[in-house]
């Protein structure tokens, strides 16, 4: 097997008496995609949170980004560079426009220069369909076109993996669509992409490997057609039961 | 004497116009340097407040209790005649900057503490995800935003800094209140006292009206 891109190790995190986590061993390798589904409160988002150290895990737990220690100290912003992240309220800087959102970080982190960072940013605003938004700021764009800047803002780092913090679960359904075919596309370029989702449509069709997590805990991994078609555990079949209903009436 | 005569004396008015100019510009200066030096140190306050080690943090908070508490003229003159007694001998001019700056610093640090607590966290937290340095993240991504929300009131306290720089002549420092009081004296007419108010609202009516502009402005949420 591949070295991991991504190796966590006895995470637990506590919220006072709440675990949050609770054990939770993963590997993730190079150009692998992962999607962890589970219900709300599982820990899915604390899970990827770690893996940046947006959020603080319990000691001795241990996450190595490249098989570098993500912990607090200096070396900490030039591993979080090597990690995209799109969030679910996409975060985009409101004071800047959408090419400087995607400029600032290359200049400022990787030192590149402000023509290499603007033709890049147009460069990877064409790959996610908005090129035309370019000097545009933040409120001027729709939902759905504000996280595709924000995806192209994870990509200009050029990261070794990219994490989705459940990044369609604010958008208007009509918007929804356009973002995961932009992450469609990326799992197809090889992209290393570690998604927190609630559409089972598009892990069953882009994931490598799905994960159901359930009160802080893996309950159980593999295959889309493993886990969608033949789930193992009982938590898995009813929580997949229970969202595909409200799928059909909703 | 007529009304004219008595508040708007012509006469009065040359003979004492160099004097209170002189001290409109001690005034401007004063305010000027009251106020740069106040943003300055409120700004360190402001961040030591929030991101500092805790010691730090509690200190930076009884700064800003205590100097929002104590009022300026008492302030004043502690520093003026007080400080003597422990060998700190400050000019009038510096003891109203110290005093004119440390109380306005204490204000500033509120406004911009404020102005950062306004900024959503996801702002923090998508810098830190870039891998954005502390500073960084400040400079490029904070600060210009918290800049927007505590332009309107960090005016006004500009507009107050001015105003306090009045009470600088109890310590005879020659602003443009104390100069009007002397040509006052010296004319035995009020007419400097008219004057040298009509040039503090004629200074201080455009600040007033741009806060008002500035609030609607930043209201609406235009960039």
């Known amino acids: 097997m591949m070295p991991a891109i991504v190796s966590i190790k006895d995470l637990y995190k506590n919220f006072g008496s709440f675990a949050a986590l609770a054990g939770i061993n993963l590997d993730i390798a190079e150009g692998e995609v992962v999607c962890i589904v589970g219900p709300s409160g599982s820990g899915k988002s604390t899970l990827i949170r770690c893996i940046n150290l947006l959020e603080k895990y319990d000691d001795p737990g241990q996450v190595l980004v490249d098989g570098i220690h993500v912990e607090k100290g200096r070396r900490l ?68 076109q504000q996280q595709r800047v924000a995806i192209a803002r994870a990509l200009a780092m050029k990261p070794r993996v990219m994490l989705f913090d459940e990044p369609t679960s604010s958008l208007d359904p009509e918007m929804v669509g356009e973002v995961l075919d932009v992450m469609k596309k990326l799992a197809e370029s090889g992209v290393t992409m570690i998604v927190v989702t609630h559409e089972m449509g598009f892990a069953r069709l882009v994931a490598d490997r799905v994960i159901f997590m359930d009160e802080g805990r893996i309950i159980e991994s593999g295959t889309p057609a493993e886990i969608f078609d033949n789930p193992k555990e009982d938590r898995t079949r009813v929580f997949l039961n229970a969202v595909l209903e409200h799928k059909q009436s909703g | 004497m007529g009304f004219v005569e008595t508040f708007f004396n012509w006469n009065v008015i040359v003979s004492s116009f160099p004097l209170l100019l002189s001290g409109l510009r001690i005034t401007l200066l004063l305010g000027t340097v009251s106020i740069v030096a106040g943003l300055m140190l409120g700004l360190f306050i402001a961040l030591t407040r929030i991101y500092a080690v ?23 003159i502690v520093v003026y005649y007080a400080l003597p007694f422990v060998g700190l001998r400050l000019s009038p001019f510096m003891s109203a900057a110290v005093a004119l700056t440390l109380v306005s610093a204490a204000y500033t640090a509120e406004i911009f503490r404020a102005g950062i607590e306004a900024i959503p966290y996801g702002q923090f937290e998508a810098s830190q995800a870039l891998g954005l340095s502390y500073r960084h993240m400040m400079v490029d991504v904070i600060l210009p935003q918290a800049t927007r929300i505590v332009i309107p009131p960090l005016t006004n306290n500009c507009i107050n800094v001015i105003k306090d720089t009045a009470l600088a002549s109890v310590v005879a420092m020659p602003d443009l209140l104390k100069q009007a009081t002397q040509a006052q004296a010296l004319e035995a007419n009020p007419t400097p006292l008219i004057v040298a108010a009509l040039m503090y609202v004629a200074l201080l009516w455009p600040l007033v009206i741009l806060v008002g502009r500035l609030e609607k402005r930043f209201r609406r949420g235009d960039r």
Request: hydrophobic share 45%; charged share 25%; no cysteine.
């Open chain 1, 77 to 144: 912003a030039a591993v979080r560079a090597e990690v995209g992240m799109v969030f679910q309220s996409f975060n985009l800087f409101p004071h800047m426009t959408v090419r400087d959102n995607i400029k600032l970080a290359p200049m400022r982190v990787r030192g590149e220069s402000e023509s290499d960072a603007s033709s890049m940013a147009i460069e990877l605003l064409r790959k996610v369909g908005i090129e035309e938004q370019a000097d545009k700021y933040p409120a001027q764009l729709s939902g759905g």
């Open chain 2, 54 to 76: 805790r010691p730090f943090r509690i200190f930076a908070k009884i700064y800003t209790d205590v100097f929002r508490s104590i009022p300026l003229l008492v302030l004043l």
